[in-house]
């Protein structure tokens, strides 16, 4: 953009419903982007693994900048009828042919290809919905399935570094990288989950401040449990989580029990092992 990206992120959007609620949930701020990536960048506040830094700074530009933009673009596409604005918007979702990897259509793709929801062409089955709706017609109805399926892919985008912090765990690898990127993609779709009880469970799973205490599978079965309930997420929308589903028993985790204690979130569960390691 010739604004330059800070500029495009301190837009204020004011009387947007979205934005508006973003701003709401973000303490008050316009600027709730910029606030982010300053304090990612200060190198103490968030984190200072560089890695992890990477990964907030990357995500929160190529995802939720982008997210916000192509939501603003409809938003004014359909209300005030200006079809240029919802051409805008739909070009900002699909991209340009080299630009296609920093999309938010290329991140629906991977998390397609991980939840099995890719169909014919190998477009994930959200974007085919978003695709679909963008080349109807600037109307409300098109809007609302774009902002239903955007939730869905930074649901499961969501879910999957939940997964992937368990995995770490269990497994004794570095789990921050995989914290941050849960984090920033969490706040894609924050304060549409705000309203549910587990809210704050998601919140502390990817806390960056704190460490991650995990039987495998429960940080997945918790944030799963909670956004698809949040969000009215159906399984086939939501897909089946390479991997996740044959190891974690969802069953067997209780999505009340998160104790915080000191810089350690511990999950209890309703089975034995889970027990024993209150």
């Known amino acids: 953009t010739e604004l330059g990206l800070r500029a495009l992120a301190d837009t204020d959007h004011t009387g947007e419903p979205v934005w508006d609620a973003f701003k709401a949930h973000f303490e008050g701020s316009t600027t709730w982007i910029s606030d982010f990536v300053d ?43 200006k079809q240029d604005k919802w051409d805008q918007g739909a070009a ?41 709706a ?45 914290q941050a990127e849960g984090l920033a993609f969490f706040r894609v779709i924050a304060p549409w989950v705000k309203s549910s009880s587990g809210y704050d469970t998601v919140s502390q799973i990817f806390d960056t401040n704190k460490r991650p205490f995990s039987v495998i599978g429960h940080s997945y079965c918790l944030v799963e449990q909670i956004i698809t309930d949040a969000l009215s997420i159906s399984n086939a929308d939501l897909g089946n989580l390479e991997d996740a589903t044959s190891l974690a028993s969802c069953s067997n985790v ?13 999950f209890t569960a309703t089975t034995d092992i889970g027990a024993s390691l209150e």
């Open 39 to 81: 304090k990612i960048c200060d190198g103490t506040t968030l984190s200072s693994h560089p890695g992890a830094r990477a990964e907030l700074l990357e995500k929160t530009v190529m995802d939720a900048l982008q997210v916000q933009a192509i939501i603003s673009d409809l938003y004014q596409g359909y209300s005030n009828d």
């Open 92 to 132: 900002k979702f699909h991209g340009a042919g080299d630009s296609y990897d920093s999309t938010v259509f290329a991140r629906g793709d991977k998390r397609g290809a991980n939840y099995n929801t890719l169909q014919s062409g190998n477009v994930a089955k959200a974007n085919k919905n978003i695709a679909t």
């Open 134 to 178: 963008l080349a109807d017609n600037n109307t409300e109805a098109n809007y609302n399935t774009v902002l239903k399926n955007i939730n869905i892919i930074y649901a499961q985008a969501t879910i999957r570094y939940a997964w992937l912090i368990d995995r770490d765990v269990v497994e004794g690898t570095d789990y921050r990288e995989h």
């Open 254 to 266: 209780a999505t009340s029990k998160v104790i915080s204690e000191g810089d350690t979130t511990l």
